[in-house]
């Protein structure tokens, strides 16, 4: 099974402030068809996981430009630019090389 | 836009079988382009892959759970569902369907808290 790792656990950032949230996963995620199998997710208090980033840095539909993915291999990284209210809850990092695995989660706060 | 919701028993009793369907709407599970699985999140920790499941019927299942699980479709309801047997209280978690595209869970279900307790 591949150990998806986050870090920090928590974070609590003042509105308009940059947050940073890393994940590393156990095994490389690039496959030999040339995609890396990372995927970012935020699940907002009381609602179910939605999708943020898939294969590192691609934003999913609707996802606002202030989310950006980025990293290769192992490590990986989600950075919010500038954190909002609304981006409050716990964000997920996942691998889906080898079926699906999830990191543990990042509790993001507002300050 | 595709919708999924979950539906079943919200307690179960430990030895016995966890039974969960998900109903799709806005989108048929007959298709082919999508697999429909199974996460769950017991309280206060993370998210597990349990299974999925593709049109032609074809599951596959998470190494860990795979001896309890079994997956089903009745297409004919647009439904997809999953049975745990010999649960216990570790079992206890919030049961997520969700559309697996392009190897990642695009459209999820709200959940539905199942608790194990006698």
């Known amino acids: 099974e591949i150990v998806m790792t986050q870090t920090p656990l928590s974070l609590s950032v003042t509105p308009g402030q940059p947050a940073s949230i890393s994940c590393k996963s156990s095994q490389s995620l690039l496959d030999s068809d040339g995609k890396t199998y990372l995927y970012w997710y935020l699940q907002k208090p009381g609602q179910s996981p939605q999708l943020l980033i898939y294969e590192v840095s691609s934003r999913f539909s609707g996802v606002p430009d202030r989310f950006s993915g980025s990293g290769s291999g192992t490590d990986f990284t989600l950075k919010i630019s500038r954190v909002e209210a609304e981006d409050v809850g716990v964000y997920y990092c996942m691998q889906g090389i080898h079926l699906w695995t999830f990191g543990q989660g990042t509790k993001v706060e507002i300050k | 836009q595709v919708q999924l919701q979950e539906s079943g028993p919200g307690l179960v009793k430990p030895s016995q079988t966890l039974s969960l369907t998900c109903t799709v709407s806005?989108?048929?599970?007959?298709?082919?382009?999508?697999?429909w699985s199974w996460i769950r999140q017991a309280p206060g920790k993370g998210l597990e892959w349990i299974g999925y499941i593709y049109y032609r019927g074809s599951t596959y299942v998470n190494p860990s759970l795979k001896s309890r699980v079994t997956i089903s479709a009745d297409t004919s309801k647009n439904q997809f569902s999953l049975k745990l047997t010999s649960v216990t209280a570790a079992d206890t978690a919030v049961y997520y369907c969700?559309?697996?595209?392009?190897?990642?869970?695009?459209?999820w279900g709200q959940g539905t808290l199942v608790t194990v307790s006698s």
């Open positions: 806005g989108g048929s599970i007959n298709s082919g382009d999508y697999y």
């Open positions: 969700a559309r697996l595209s392009h190897f990642y869970f695009d459209h």
